[in-house]
T-cell receptor, first 114, second 109 residues
Framework: NAGVTQTPKFQVLKTGQSMTLQCAQDMNHEYMSWYRQDPGMGLRLIHYSVGAGITDQGEVPNGYNVSRSTTEDFPLRLLSAAPSQTSVYFCASSYRLGVTYEQYFGPGTRLTVT | KNEVEQSPQNLTAQEGEFITINCSYS?????LHWLQQHPGGGIVSLFM???GKKKHGRLIATINIQEKHSSLHITASHPRDSAVYICAAQETSGSRLTFGEGTQLTVNP
């Protein structure tokens, strides 16, 4: 299994540009999430999905869109990039194990918006 | 006040030392996760705890549900243990996690 894959690894955007961060998992996990990681702050949830066709907002959803048309893919779209979206983005998938959810993280995408 | 707080923020140790990282949370949880983030950025899950204690090699994680506190211990620390250790509280109603800011551990030879 490839696990959770993310592309690209690095990206530089100009303010106002749009782009899609790709995330895919081959473990048939129901749950997928997008986080951003900023210095001095913990990982923060942007959007998440509990299954194909179902998405919901997390803690910091503004400026981002997601869709989940298949179990495997969960792309994150930046509609009009802003310097405040400079961050490292992690995609994660998880499956339920009793009352807990085993988490698997992608390698991250480092995004700089100038 | 953050819902999940870790201490210390930074920790430097000599090889072989016993290390403890603490995590306190203020929310109700169904599980507490400990994660490790390597210098290259990748994040891996170390433990998921809903009660008691778990051990994997030189790593031990404990949780006290009544006190809303968890600890991660590393015995006989090694330079390869140098990483950021993150605790995360899993909400009672589902899979969402709330993360602490992380503890940067450096183990010197």
């Amino acid at each position: 299994n490839a696990g959770v894959t993310q592309t690209p690894k690095f990206q530089v955007l100009k303010t106002g540009q749009s782009m899609t961060l790709q995330c895919a998992q081959d473990m048939n996990h129901e749950y997928m999430s997008w986080y951003r990681q900023d210095p001095g702050m913990g990982l923060r949830l942007i959007h998440y999905s509990v299954g194909a066709g179902i998405t919901d907002q997390g803690e910091v959803p503004n400026g981002y869109n997601v869709s989940r048309s298949t179990t495997e893919d969960f792309p994150l779209r930046l509609l009009s990039a802003a310097p405040s979206q400079t961050s490292v983005y992690f995609c994660a998938s998880s499956y339920r194990l009793g009352v807990t959810y085993e988490q698997y993280f992608g390698p991250g995408t480092r995004l700089t918006v100038t | 006040k953050n819902e999940v707080e870790q201490s210390p923020q930074n920790l430097t140790a000599q090889e072989g030392e016993f290390i403890t990282i603490n995590c306190s949370y203020s929310v109700g949880i169904s599980a507490l996760h400990w994660l490790q983030q390597h210098p290259g950025g990748g994040i891996v899950s170390l433990f998921m705890l809903s009660s008691g204690k778990k051990k994997h090699g030189r790593l031990i994680a404990t949780i006290n549900i009544q006190e809303k506190h968890s600890s991660l211990h590393i015995t006989a620390s090694h330079p390869r243990d140098s990483a950021v250790y993150i605790c995360a509280a899993q909400e009672t109603s589902g899979s969402r996690l709330t993360f602490g800011e992380g503890t940067q551990l450096t183990v010197n030879p």
